[in-house]
């Protein structure tokens, strides 16, 4: 583990192609990192300790946990499979007709949900054998950018700046709870649901974050709002970076966002301020997750293709210790 000061450890044995996920296990600091070179690799982060790796046999544009050994993937080729690397077992779960490039694993239904770029949202139940097992099948208005989940509820953000609500109690039915449209002008990057369940932070690729709630009602729509961030003055002109991960503080609900200007910063949305900033990474951060008890951060260096293919710095992830009052909200005095 290579330490890069306030940056965090590089873990050794890092992807060799752009990161495309990272994901903490819910239980303990495994790590799982997805990746274009195909390879779904598990760290024993704490431990810099790679514990296994599973090659999809395509570019992985995501990953999640089903339990601590069990994890599926999303690829390029269209395939979502599932893969226990205990056990050294590969399923193939189901198939969309274009690249999957997200997916959730919806723990209280035992199934796996998939966002496709073939314009759907599909529910999968590993438990059943191929072909019997896509158990719902979603029209979307657009392709999936980005997926997230928190309590009862999953979002799905699609182009056009589509925002679909589900309620995962009745998400079999197919139909969302809510369709909205993206309160940003430009195109959704990430979304990532509050700890709380109350709502959801999204990123766009112009250097916004929106701040959003389920509740329709006029009270609570009062208290949304956007903020401008991974911005910086060169030459006298304002250079705007998309911003690439939304991470929340499992504890606090603080939040930390990426970006392609290759800085870190945490947020306190509710008092509307920064608290820290984590600067600056070699490249564009392309993803980052807290794990379960808030204590560690992981962030990818990992060039995102937005000046097209130019010479870049190496894929990395680097795990950080995180120190309370770089998360800790601080009221207004």
Known sequence: MTDAGSLGSQLSSAPTDGISGLRFSATNDLLLACSWDGLARLYDARHDNLRGSYSHQAPLLDACFQDQSTIFTAGLDSLVKRYDFFGHAETVIGQHSQPIRCAEYLQELGL????????????????????????????????????????????????????????????????????????????????????????????????????????????????????????????????????????????????????????????????????????????????????ADGSLMAVASSYTHEQGDIDHPPDAVYLR?????????KPRK
């Open 112 to 291: 796996v949900a998939t966002g496709s770029w073939d314009n759907t949202l599909r529910l999968w139940d590993p438990r059943l054998p191929l072909g019997k097992n896509c158990v719902s099948l979603m029209p979307l208005p657009g392709k999936v950018f980005s997926m997230a989940q928190s309590g009862s509820r999953m979002v799905v953000g699609t182009s056009g700046r589509h925002v679909l609500i589900y309620d995962l109690r009745s998400i079999k039915s197919g139909q969302p709870e809510q369709t909205r449209e993206s309160s940003l002008k430009y195109q959704t990057r990430c979304i990532r649901c509050y700890p709380n369940g109350t709502g959801y932070a999204l990123s766009s690729i112009e250097g916004r974050v929106a701040m959003e709630y389920f509740d329709n009602s006029e009270q609570v729509q009062t208290k949304k709002y956007a903020f401008k961030c991974h911005r910086r003055s060169e030459a006298g002109r304002d250079v705007v970076f998309p911003v690439n991960a939304i991470a929340f503080h499992p504890s606090f609900g603080t939040f930390a966002t990426g970006g392609c200007d290759g800085v870190v910063n945490i947020w306190d949305g509710e008092h509307k301020k920064r608290l820290f900033q984590i600067a600056k990474y070699p490249t564009s951060i392309a993803a980052i997750a807290f794990n």
């Open 321 to 329: 210790r995180i120190n309370e009052s770089e998360v800790k909200p």
